[in-house]
Structure formats: structure tokens, C-alpha cells
């Protein structure tokens, strides 16, 4: 069997078309390019290689206009986005609201509690009940009548005493084994009793004598013989108590005197008049009250502060997960402007935190019937809780663009949302208690005062500063008196720290936008490697596209290729570039009126020289695939055409538009698949090209129709409405060239781009899918030029029209898969089936007749009986070639013959190896 030529060409034209030429809709246009890739991959697995070579099928009919999606469609779309991605991540979207409610309510009723301990509280009454029984009832002290009370069995204690104190709560039904019959000895039995004892356990005791004679009081203790001389002069003593208490507790003394006189008051009036006793602390001065408030203030500021240092740094998660999922590129890549991103951005995280604030206020206001002496700082009047509303929706106006500039400085959410809350926490607890105890410090009072503006610099600090002052009016005003208070609005009361709020909401806004900007063209960077380059002679600056070889474009970029390094087919594209821009239709257009075209492209960072001089012209409907090893500067490429990242020096044009100075206009105009999948994991595939479709300008009345046929086309309806982080890795893949097709095989398809980019659009695909994914880009972009990067040499084969390999940054070659075989070929390859009785044999004698025909014949593997050998191509007729071979199996021992030119696979490993040598050549020199 002899075959010539490449089934994948076949493959390729066979797949990019219908049975009718013709695309059909709906189901049965999905159903019949299934059905066409089943019998075809049926016909190749017979050995069919019919080549069925229709011309491409017309372009999806649903145009976006010229003028592209308005910034209201654009604005509406993403804030869609965020309104469905916030539905998906529920849970998420109720902690951020609930939680910094929650905690502003602990948070006040802490400062209730607080307010509590610090207050003097009501009296305490001198019963045994109130003195003793929360403290003493845990070591079995309080008995089943009241508080244990040690009273000795004696005859001279009035009877009618212990019922009496029994009444007011003490338990003197047991004596507790003592008993005295002297009143004088009383004091000192109870206490050797208690000393002799120590299993009998009582809070106090007391004892009681009659004082009938001298000699009885010369009886008592040295210090109360004093007392009894008294109150028998007095002639109002008939009887002394002697009073033992533990002295650790404060009030038992009091309240064991106040029950002994009530006791000896109702046994004087039978029962009719009674004493009671109260224990209060006394007043506190107006300095101690303004002290303990300053205190309290300060805790309360911190306290409402936390909560709100943790939604202040909420609002960086979602930038940083488009970031880290590449959906923001992709989204500026599609046509969203930065201030449109960014104004849809503040729009939602405003709605959040509007929520968030709105509750808050509704729980300081019910707060004010539960601990009002925690809500009445903030919410006590109209005024008031007026301040407390302006001071926390300033905050958000400051928190929610600093959030969106400090997303610039982190790669993943988690950390970006710690560093926040940390941030956040610190410069607001951490200043404002500084800024507290310095301020009471005579020597650093004030350094802190020439401190404020720099404090205030932080927004959690203005609004602690803010809660601080709103906690302390009270304070002031029992201080100053109430005709001296000053307005809420005043430059040392609220002023300062709002003012200062909403400057740097305006600041980190405006910072927001430059950073943005910065990101896809860095300007600082740029200014200072200008400033530290050289000036060079007049001779080596002259414009590069005036020189149409390799050289002269090279020096017009600061460097020469190296020697062989650019073939003629390369050197060729620079020459009809450059004369293009010499003839006058600008840096974009070549001479024959390419849709793309590369004016000596070049990307430098630092000493690495990532892409060199590139210089290209693409037409529309070509397909051109980049080969490349990893690092040649595939993918930078892409990122300067999408505006990534700003070119060192050159330029690109599409359709005449610079990507240097027209990158807004350009984008539109683009569909690009990124290397990795940038996708939105909380958004459903329909939801993704409907998001796509609005950013491009789809008009509202076919965006359904649109993204339902991209659905279709892709093999995705069945998955439509699961979100895309649920996707298996294929899938996911589709869903990314539908958003180059529209969305990376769902996106830019969406907005009909003229410059389609495929960064390896299959990868990571079966078979039978990506023959699938090639029909449907062909379809979808008969009417853009294609740029795609590969390493599946068989997606080259099938879709790209002529083919660049990069080598170290630069263009190597370039052409069409036919050109650069016969350029770089190493020849044919012969692959030769001998009789298996006679291959050992007839090897030889198969070598020396088709020495004797060809020159240069080598033996590339022998494996009786199979022998594979190359001819090389120069003077090798492949009609000869062919007549060669039909005679050999005429005269000797051959059963089967084929021929094949080498693949693109030996093409790019031998560039590959190629630069491979010279660098390690330039290594050793």
C-alpha cells in the first residue's frame, strides 16, 4: 500500500464543514457536527483519507455594534456578576452582613456589663441574707433557717433575743454545744470555744451580758471595761453584746450589729418598731466620673470598632479571587474600562456595606431600650445617632476604595483579607488607645497633639477617634456644664475625622484608577529605565522600519540578531512590513492590507529579552499558530496584543488601531482564550456568556438567542446552568474558547472579534473533543484572523494556515505547514515491509538498488522485516521516487511501501535543538 500526503489536513477540512455547506442551528447543528466527526473518525480508522474540502460557513448573524457595549451595559453586566456570584456564595454573603451586626450588639452589651462594674449600684442591706448568702452558702454556712449564727446557751440572754434574729435571718437554733452561765466570761468562752472547736463553722457569734455590778464589768476585756463604765453611767445599760466576726468580710460586722439593735429594739417594743440598715458607696466626684467615662469611652470606641475593621476588609475578597482565576484580566481584555470595572465595584461593595450600616443603626436604636447605658454614646439622640450614621457611612466611603487599591499588593484572598482585618485592627485599636494614654501623659501630650494628622491618615483610626468623642460628650458635659457644649461638626469634635475619611476615599479612589492603568503600562518603571539609559549616537537611533533587513531593524531596537538566526521567510515578513509603514499607510497596515500586524514587537524585562523585534502581518480568515518551547515568548506576545503588559519598544495594530495608544478600542474588538482557565467558578456557563455578551456590546435583544447557540455549538446545554468552578477540566476548557469564540470556546464568539488569541485552546482535552473545539473555531472565525499557541502539533496541522516558530524570543521561520517541510525537511521517509522468510536477505540488495537511483540513502531503523529509510529531497523527483518504489516490488521481496514527508513535530525539535546548541555553544566561549 502506497499513501501520500497528511490525513490531519483532511481531518482539519473535513470537520470545518457540513454535509451542505452550510451551518444549520439549534440542536441539529450540534447533532450533525457530531454526527460528521463520528463517521470521520470512522472513515480514518478504515484507512479513508477522502479529503472533503467545503468552503467555511457564514459567521454567527448577532453583531455587536461598531460603537461596542456602552458603559451602562457594561456596568450593568458586571454588577450582575456580582449580584449572582453573592447568590451562589450565600453563606458568605450572610456572614458578611450578619456577623459585623452580631458583633456590634455583643459589643454593646459588653459596654453595658462594663458600665455596670463601674457604677456605685444600689445600697447593700445589712441582713445576713444580703451579706452572706451569695458567699457563704457554697461551704455549708446558711442553714435551713438563715445564716448560722453562734449564740451561747445561757440563762442571762434574753429570751425573746434568738427569734428575733431569727427573723431577720439568722439560724440560732443551735448553740453549737456552748454554754455559759457567767455574762461576764461570755467574750472568752465563745472564743476559746471556737479555738478549742474548729469543726464548729460560723460566719459570726455573739454573746450577751448582764451588767448587774461593778465587779461583773471588771470581769470584761481590758478594751470594752471603758464602755461598760460608760453606758452604766449613762444609766442606759443593762447588758452588753460582745460581736465576734470573721474581719475578711467587710459587712459582717454591720450587719451583725444592725440585726443585734433591731432584735433589741422589737423585744423593747414588742414587735412594733423595727430597725433597718443600708451600706452605700459614696458619690463619685465629677473628676473620678469623667476618669471612669474617658475609660469607657476609649473601650467602646475599640469595641463598635472591631466589628467594622472586619467588614472594611471584606470587601478585598471577591477582587482578589477574579484576580487570582484571571477573570479580571479577561473581563479587560473583553472591553471593560477600568473606571467602569471599578465604578460597578464601588457600586456593590456600597450596597453591602449601605446593609451593613443600616442594620447597625436599626441595633443601636433598639439598644437604647435593652443596655441604654451602652447605646446612649451613640444612639442617645437624633444628633447623635445623625453622627454615628455620617462617621460610619464615611468610613465605608474611605474602606471600600482602599480595599480596591490594596488588592494590587496580593495574590490570594485569604491573605489579602488578613493583612486587612490586621490592618485595620491595629492602626484603629492600636492608635486610639496610643493616642488615649499619650494624651493623659503631661510629657507626651503635646507630641501627640503634632501626632493627630499623622494618625489620621488610617481610616479606622478617624472612626475610633470618632466613637471616642461621640462616648465622651457626656463626660464634657458633666464637666463643663450643658450651656458650653460644642457642635458635633466642629474641627476638634467630628470634623477633623470625617474630613479626613472622606479625603482619603477620594485619594484611594484616584489611586485605585492609577494603579489600574499602571498595571498594563507601568509608567515609574518605564521613566526610570529611560532616565538610566544612555543617549545613543545620532546614527543608532534612527526609526527601525526604515531598514527593511534584519539588521537595520534590529539596530533601530537597540540590538542585531544573532547570526542565522532569522531565515529568509522571516526577513522577508520584516521587509513588507516596514515597506507597509515607508509607504505611508502607518505602523499598522502591511502592503497588502493585513487585519494584524507586528512592527518590530519587543518586551524586555531587565536583562531577559522575553520577545525581540517581532515583526508579522496576519489577514483575515488565516489561522497563524506560534510554535515555541516554553519561554520563547509565545504568551507575552499575547499579553502585549491584549494590553497586559505595555511593549518596550515596536508596536501592533489591528485593523489600524495601535495597541499602544488605542488599547480601549482594540479590546473590543477581541476575543481571547487565555493559557489557564479564567474563569468565574460561582457563575453558570450561560451566566458567563451573557456577562460576555453585555461587556461587547451584544444588543439585549439577542443575547439569549446568542449565548444559547454558543451553548449548542459547544456541546455545553447540558451544563448551561451549573456553575463553571463545578465544570470538569474539558468543559471548563470549551467554556474558555466559546469567550474566544465568546468565552474561551464561549467567548469570543460572543462579540463577532477580529482578532481571535487561542493560548493552547485544547489542552487538556480528549481526542474526540478537540476535533470538535477545531470545527467549531473554524466556523466561528472565518471571518477574524486567528492567532493560537500550541504544543499538539496536530492542532496546528488542523487549523493554522501558515505557522511561526519563536526561538528565544525571536521569529525563527515562517510559512505554510508545506513550505516549512520543504524548507527544513530532512527529506522523505521511506517505510518498507519485506517478506518475513526473506527480510534479512533482501535488506542489502533493497539498499543498494535504491543507492543506485538516489544519492544520499540512510538507514534509519532496520527491524526485519520492517526497514524505514530517508532519501533527501533535493533532486529527488517524488514521481521517480514513487516509479522506484512500484519496481521494487516488482523484483524484490517488498509487500508494502509508504512515503511521508517529516512532520512539524521534526521541524520544531530541530529548531529547538538547534538553539539549544548555540546557546550552549555561547556557554563555552
Not at 461551704?139 to 434574729?165: I, N, S
Amino acid at each position: 500500500m502506497i499513501e501520500a500526503g497528511s490525513a490531519a489536513d483532511a481531518v482539519a477540512l473535513r470537520l470545518s464543514t457540513s454535509s451542505d455547506g452550510r451551518l444549520s442551528s439549534g440542536s441539529a447543528r450540534r447533532r450533525r457536527a457530531a454526527e460528521e466527526a463520528g463517521g470521520l473518525l470512522r472513515r480514518i480508522s478504515a484507512g479513508s483519507t477522502a479529503d472533503s474540502r467545503a468552503p467555511p460557513p457564514p459567521p454567527p448573524s448577532s453583531e455587536p455594534s461598531e460603537a461596542g457595549a456602552s458603559s451602562a451595559s457594561v456596568v450593568r453586566g458586571l454588577l450582575a456578576k456580582r449580584a449572582l456570584t453573592a447568590r451562589r456564595d450565600l453563606l458568605t454573603t450572610c456572614c458578611s452582613l450578619c456577623c459585623p451586626v452580631w458583633l456590634v450588639l455583643f459589643a454593646l452589651l459588653l459596654l453595658g456589663a462594663s458600665a455596670r462594674l463601674t457604677s456605685p449600684g444600689p445600697p447593700l442591706r445589712l441582713v445576713p441574707s444580703a451579706v452572706f448568702a451569695d458567699t457563704l452558702g457554697r461551704h455549708g454556712l446558711v442553714g435551713e433557717h438563715g445564716v448560722r449564727l453562734l449564740v451561747p446557751e445561757q440563762a442571762e440572754v434574753d429570751p425573746a433575743l434568738p427569734p428575733t434574729l431569727s427573723s431577720d435571718g439568722w439560724d440560732v437554733e443551735d448553740g453549737g454545744g456552748l454554754a455559759c452561765s457567767s455574762g461576764a466570761a461570755a467574750a472568752r468562752n465563745v472564743s476559746s470555744f471556737l479555738a478549742a472547736h474548729p469543726e464548729v463553722t460560723r460566719p459570726a457569734a455573739l454573746a450577751t451580758a448582764r451588767l448587774l455590778s461593778r465587779r461583773a464589768a471588771s470581769a470584761l476585756p481590758p478594751h470594752a471595761q471603758p464602755l461598760a463604765r460608760g453606758l452604766r453611767a449613762a444609766g442606759s445599760a443593762d447588758r452588753l453584746l460582745f460581736a465576734l466576726f470573721n474581719s475578711t468580710s467587710t459587712h459582717a460586722l454591720p450587719a451583725l450589729i444592725a440585726t443585734a439593735y433591731d432584735s433589741l429594739l422589737a423585744n423593747a417594743t414588742a414587735g412594733g418598731s423595727r430597725l433597718s440598715a443600708s451600706a452605700s458607696a459614696l458619690p463619685y466626684s465629677k473628676r473620678q466620673e469623667a476618669t471612669l467615662s474617658a475609660i469607657i469611652a476609649v473601650f467602646a470606641s475599640i469595641m463598635v470598632l472591631v466589628p467594622f475593621a472586619f467588614v472594611g476588609a471584606l470587601f478585598v475578597t471577591p477582587l482578589l479571587r477574579e484576580r487570582e482565576s484571571g477573570s479580571k484580566q479577561m473581563q479587560f481584555v473583553s472591553g471593560v474600562g477600568p473606571v467602569a470595572y471599578w465604578v460597578s465595584s464601588w457600586l456593590w461593595d456600597a450596597a453591602l456595606y449601605a446593609a451593613v450600616l443600616l442594620a447597625t443603626l436599626a441595633v443601636l436604636c433598639v439598644a437604647r431600650g435593652v443596655v441604654p447605658a451602652a447605646a446612649k454614646a451613640f444612639a442617645g439622640s437624633a444628633e447623635v445617632l445623625g453622627a454615628t450614621a455620617l462617621s460610619l457611612g464615611l468610613f465605608g466611603f474611605a474602606a471600600v476604595p482602599f480595599a480596591s487599591a490594596s488588592s494590587f499588593f496580593f495574590s490570594s484572598p485569604s491573605s489579602g483579607l488578613i493583612a486587612l482585618i490586621a490592618f485595620h485592627f491595629v492602626s484603629g485599636f492600636g492608635l486610639v488607645i496610643a493616642n488615649f494614654i499619650l494624651s493623659f501623659i503631661d510629657s507626651t501630650a503635646d507630641a501627640n497633639e503634632q501626632l493627630q494628622p499623622l494618625y489620621r491618615l488610617f481610616p479606622a483610626f478617624c472612626l475610633g477617634d470618632a466613637f471616642y468623642t461621640l462616648a465622651m460628650r457626656d463626660a464634657t458635659r458633666a464637666l463643663v456644664g450643658e450651656g458650653h457644649e460644642q457642635n458635633l461638626l466642629a474641627s476638634d469634635q467630628l470634623g477633623a475625622p470625617l474630613l479626613a475619611l472622606l479625603a482619603e476615599g477620594l485619594v484611594f479612589g484616584c489611586a485605585t484608577l492609577a494603579l489600574q492603568y499602571n498595571e498594563a503600562a507601568p509608567l515609574l518603571p518605564a521613566l526610570a529605565a529611560r532616565l538610566r539609559r544612555p543617549r545613543a549616537p545620532a546614527a543608532a537611533t534612527g526609526q527601525s522600519g526604515a531598514s527593511t533587513g534584519q539588521s537595520g531593524a534590529a539596530a533601530g531596537q537597540g540590538g542585531a540578531a544573532p547570526a542565522g538566526l532569522e531565515d529568509e521567510s522571516v526577513l522577508a515578513e520584516r521587509a513588507a512590513v516596514a515597506a507597509g509603514a515607508a509607504g505611508g499607510e502607518g505602523a499598522a497596515a502591511g502592503a497588502d492590507g493585513a487585519k494584524l500586524v507586528l512592527r518590530s514587537l519587543r518586551k524586555v524585562f531587565g536583562p531577559k529579552v522575553a520577545v525581540a523585534d517581532l515583526s508579522l502581518r496576519i489577514r483575515t480568515g488565516e489561522c497563524f499558530g506560534f510554535l515555541g518551547t516554553n519561554g520563547a515568548g509565545k504568551s507575552t506576545t499575547f499579553a502585549m496584543l491584549t494590553g497586559a503588559v505595555a511593549p518596550s519598544s515596536g508596536d501592533a495594530a489591528l485593523d489600524g488601531l495601535s495597541v499602544r495608544r488605542d488599547q480601549a478600542s482594540i479590546r473590543r474588538r477581541v476575543g481571547y482564550c487565555p493559557q489557564h482557565d479564567a474563569l468565574e467558578g460561582l457563575m453558570t456557563g450561560r451566566e458567563t456568556l451573557r456577562m460576555y455578551a453585555r461587556i461587547k456590546g451584544v444588543p439585549p435583544a439577542a443575547i439569549e438567542a446568542e449565548a444559547e447557540a454558543l451553548l449548542q455549538d459547544l456541546d455545553l446545554a447540558k451544563f448551561g446552568d451549573k456553575p463553571a468552578g463545578q465544570y470538569s477540566g474539558g468543559n471548563k476548557r470549551k467554556l474558555c474558547v466559546g469567550v474566544a469564540l465568546a468565552f474561551a470556546p464561549g467567548i469570543a464568539l460572543v462579540g463577532a472579534p477580529s482578532l481571535v488569541l487561542l493560548d493552547e485552546p485544547s489542552s487538556g482535552m480528549d481526542a474526540a473533543s478537540k476535533r470538535f473545539l477545531w470545527a467549531a473555531i473554524k466556523r466561528r472565525t472565518a471571518d477574524a484572523c486567528t492567532v493560537l499557541t500550541s504544543h499538539s502539533m496536530e492542532e496546528c496541522e488542523a487549523l493554522c494556515g501558515r505557522i511561526g516558530v519563536m526561538v528565544e524570543g525571536r521569529l525563527r521561520c515562517v510559512g505554510s505547514l508545506q513550505a516549512l517541510k520543504s524548507r527544513y525537511g530532512q527529506g522523505y521517509k521511506l517505510d518498507l515491509r519485506l517478506q518475513p522468510e526473506q527480510a534479512e536477505a533482501a535488506v542489502e540488495r533493497v539498499l543498494a538498488a535504491l543507492r543506485r537511483q538516489f544519492d544520499g540513502v540512510e538507514v534509519a531503523e532496520v527491524e526485519p522485516p520492517n526497514l524505514s529509510l530517508t532519501v533527501p529531497q533535493a533532486g529527488t523527483p517524488l514521481s521517480e521516487l514513487f516509479g522506484a518504489l512500484v519496481a521494487l516490488r516488482e523484483s524484490l521481496p517488498v509487500q508494502e511501501a509508504s512515503v511521508t514527508q517529516c512532520t512539524l513535530e521534526q521541524i520544531f525539535l530541530l529548531m529547538a535543538s538547534k538553539a539549544a546548541l548555540r546557546a550552549s555553544g555561547s556557554a563555552a566561549a
